[in-house]
């Protein structure tokens, strides 16, 4: 397991991740700085406590947000999904009462010869 120093809001906190993972966290670090440095601009210094936990209700509201849209993207995939299945069935069935029409016609032909 490696260990990585990430600086947020001036302090620096040395942290685990998995090996090969110590570029993402430092991603995911600078991310969480972007978001302290926003909130200062907003509305001015706050206490490391208040800074931290408002960065984390920003991301965790954005986060919120993502899941709702995947799972309407996933629902609007799914009625996709679910409309090119009953399209393929509406092809399979003519395609079938067409095989049918022309058994019958078959049929009738060899009862008049």
Do not use: P, W
């Amino acid at each position: 397991m490696a260990q990585i120093t990430v600086s947020i809001n001036g302090f620096n906190y040395t942290v685990g991740c998995e090996d090969g993972q110590e570029k993402h966290l430092q991603a995911m670090a600078k991310i969480v700085e972007d978001h302290i440095e926003l909130i200062r601009k907003i509305g001015g210094q706050s206490g490391e406590g208040r800074l931290l936990a408002l960065a984390g209700l920003i991301m965790a509201d954005k986060l919120d947000d993502l899941k709702k849209q995947i799972k309407i993207l996933n629902q609007n995939d799914f009625k996709k999904e679910v409309e090119k299945l009953k399209n393929e069935n509406r092809q399979l069935k003519d395609q079938i009462n067409h095989f049918a029409e022309r058994a019958e016609t078959i049929a009738d032909r060899l009862k008049i010869a």
